[in-house]
């Protein structure tokens, strides 16, 4: 039987000789690779700076510090994402306000910001949910009225445009995830993306121990001083030489995902779910995963359905698994209540995510149509 995986990275030859060169390389840090890797990865997304670290947490997490984002301060975050992106938030020591999600897209519901703004508020963290981009515009209209700072989540927002500008470049800062499953992989990685020089140049400090001279900007070699707190987020050589050979591979993915994504759009026209919007401009998706929501009378029975996927070889996921101010960590310490959070609960206790990533085919999702299809009638 064909094993359906819900993720798998995509590695060819290309990207074997690249890592094995770079290996071959006197420097295996801070070296040339790394900043051809910003370079390219600048040049997809068009961005005026991009800087390279070791994961999408550590790039949210030197985002908020080099912003300044502190103790006393609150930050509004999505309560329907990734704990990354909250986690970050408490690291630096502010307080995340949690706010709930919209039903159509999964996004962070925009209505509900003004009721949140506190004299305390400095920034307001977003999330484009499995790709789908928020509504930039309104965002930003918001955070100009409101002296906001604007951290965009990009981990799934690889191809992700809204109004034709690529996620992470409407905000201050967009951080993005390259762990294996996302769009592409350096099998752990991130970067991060700013339209600010001095943002850039700060993050650049602080991913390597706040040391104000690199390793290469040294005229002595060993002699440096720190005149700010840094931490250790760099991206290696080798990593960056993956990143540069899957980049190239990223046009076709988002290509393949597409196309995948639209055959099950197609063909899941299901009495017993309910389907996320489609995309129409000036939204333009990522097309990370194809995620469905049972009706009510269906919730009961999610967890046969998906155990009925697995035993036909289909790999499925759940985004996400709970809300994540009701997460036992941020429960306890902000006393999260689900009835404040209804439609993240609803998405959160009724998803289900298939894949359409570029290692399946056409007949894949027809596989997956038609099983899930079957399933309703065998649980
Ligand atoms: C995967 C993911 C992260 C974390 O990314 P890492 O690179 O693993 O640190 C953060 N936010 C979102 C939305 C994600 O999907």
Known sequence: MRQIAFGRPYIKRAEKVAVMKALGNEMLVHGPLSKQFELDFANFTQAPHAVSVS???????????????????????????????????????ARPIFMDAEIHTGNI????????????????SIVHFLGMPVNMKKLMQLARKYHL???????????????????????????????????????????????????????????????????????????????????????????????????????????????????????????????????????????????????KKWIPKRFAILEYLKEKGIGTSVYYPKPVPLMSYYKKKYEGRAKDFPVATRISESSISFPVGPHLNSKDMNTIARVFKESFTKV
């Open 55 to 93: 994961s999408c947490t550590a790039a949210l997490h030197l985002s908020y510090f080099c912003l300044g984002i502190g103790p006393g301060d609150e930050v509004l975050v999505p309560a329907q994402t990734h704990v990354a992106t909250v986690h970050a938030v408490e690291f630096c020591g």
């Open 109 to 124: 519901d925009l209505d509900q910001v003004e009721d949140q703004i506190t004299s305390r508020t400095k920034a307001i």
């Open 149 to 295: 700072t604007v951290v965009e989540d990009c981990a799934l927002a690889i191809g992700t445009y809204f109004d034709e500008v690529h996620a992470g470049l409407h905000g201050d800062v967009g951080c993005f995830s390259f762990y294996p499953v996302k769009h592409f992989t350096t099998a752990e990685g991130g970067m991060v993306i700013t339209k600010h020089p001095w943002l850039a140049e700060k993050i650049k400090r602080a991913k390597a121990f706040g040391l104000d001279r690199q390793v290469g900007e040294r005229k002595v070699a060993g002699m440096y001083d720190v005149k700010s707190l840094g931490y250790n987020y760099r991206l290696n050589e080798l990593q960056s030489a993956l990143g540069i050979a899957q980049l190239k591979r990223v046009p076709h993915f988002l290509k393949k995902r597409k196309q995948n994504y639209e055959i099950l759009d197609g063909k899941l026209n299901l009495d017993e779910i309910e389907k996320f919007c489609s995309t129409e401009p000036p939204y333009q998706s990522s097309y990370y995963c194809f995620s469905v929501l049972l009706k």
